[in-house]
């Protein structure tokens, strides 16, 4: 597999799965119980991975784009910004919900099987991290979501195609 396919499913899988983990919350889906927190716990550890993955391939090689040569000076200046921003926010995001799930006062499991922290933790720093959980997901929301209108712009404003880069070769048809 090359890189650059390994980077394709990297960001489709990562973008299905912070979709799902956005739209489908602990405390959107109450009635399921416990089986929601296991649900959500076991898809961020799924997203964990792949985040492992994304870390791994930038600190070996760095950023895989490079702005285009279309591309307006703050642009060219903003396109690394806000990959690294990203590259950053994401393992951030991840271990602040790790560390949350390590401070609850209730066992957490993945997908309800898989033991992820025993529930030792304490109420308040448990709220605490679970406040700064949010923060910081709602923040990787914010920079996803200037990165899509970013490469929407670069596609259909500058016309530069920005959007075949990652989508699959299937999809260029329609692009």
Known sequence: MT???TLKALHWLSFLLIAY??????????????AALAT???????????????ITMYL?????SRPGPKLPAWAKWAHPVLHKVMMWGLPAMVLSGALAGFAAPYAISAFGVIPLFPGIGAEGIHDLL????????????????AHVAFHLWRHYGLRDNALRIMAPKALHKYL
Request: proline share 2%; no cysteine.
């Open 60 to 64: 070996r090689k760095g950023l895989a």
């Open 21 to 34: 983990l956005g739209l489908v919350e602990p405390q959107d889906v109450e009635g399921l119980g416990g």
């Open 3 to 5: 890189r650059r396919t």
């Open 130 to 145: 679970t406040n700064l959980h949010e923060v910081a997901f709602n923040g990787l929301l914010i920079a996803l979501g």
């Open 40 to 54: 959500h716990a076991g898809m961020g550890t799924l997203l964990a991975l792949l985040t492992t993955g994304w």
